[in-house]
């Protein structure tokens, strides 16, 4: 298994504004992703979190409003920026174990943009 | 191309009886197909997945169908029990990336005790 830990695990925040999701890992990971659930909805893919590189985003996502670091291969951050209603949605970082098939989750992080 | 279609969207299943829940697919270059189960506040974990070299897969009261031909590939739960009640969803995936998941639209599926 992997032990994933995500901060904030939820927030309430103004539109307008960005915040900052946090994805620790308890070991190193090559592949680590970001997806969005939205409420009562399915998981959608955003982006691949590629270390040593900028991550590479799945169609109907772009770096300006979802900008993504991975500065190690351990950790990322997922930033939703200038946040609007429509973004209120649970944020999971998930990641693949080296030479492994399972995808863990992180328990999410449920953001309200009000 | 890139859907997975799930139904039904809910499912109640009396204690004991068995559940089943239906996915469907398109692109036929998936080649894995996993089924992740969320409980409330909870982030998604695998249960049980197949590739479709096998038509079938078994792991204590769960078990996968999988049919190529028709692209669709179901989940069973048999012997249902209370705990189980949770949202289930299937999903697909290429083999060199199984991290990178397409998944349906979730079952919510509750069982009476």
């Known amino acids: 298994s992997a032990v994933i830990s995500q901060k904030p695990s939820r927030d309430i925040c103004q539109r307008g504004t960005s915040l900052t999701i946090q994805c620790q890992v308890d070991?190193?990971?090559?592949?680590m992703f970001w997806y969005r659930q939205q409420p009562g909805q399915s998981l959608t893919l955003i982006a691949t979190a590629n270390q040593g590189s900028e991550a590479t985003y799945e169609s109907g996502f772009v770096i300006d409003k979802f900008p993504i670091s991975r500065p190690n291969l351990t950790f990322s951050t997922l930033t939703v920026s200038n946040m609007s209603p429509e973004d209120s949605s649970i944020y999971l970082c998930?990641?693949?174990?080296?030479?492994?098939?399972?995808?863990?989750f992180g328990q999410g992080t449920r953001l309200t943009v009000v | 191309q890139q859907q997975v279609k799930q139904s039904p969207q809910s499912l109640i299943v009396q204690k004991g009886g068995i559940s089943i829940i239906n996915c469907a697919y398109e692109?036929?270059?998936?080649?894995?197909f996993p089924w992740y189960q969320q409980f409330p506040g909870k982030g998604p974990a695998l249960l049980i997945a197949i590739r479709p070299d096998v038509s079938e897969k078994k792991e204590g009261r769960f078990t996968i169908s999988f049919n190529k031909s028709a692209k669709q590939f179901s989940l069973h739960i048999m012997d249902s029990q209370p705990g189980d009640s949770a949202t289930y969803f299937c999903a697909a995936s290429i083999e060199s990336n199984t991290g990178k998941l397409i998944f349906g639209q979730g079952t919510t599926l509750q069982v009476k005790p």
């Open positions: 998930s990641v693949l174990r080296d030479r492994g098939t399972e995808a863990f």
């Open positions: 692109n036929t270059a998936f080649d894995y």
């Open positions: 070991s190193q990971v090559t592949m």
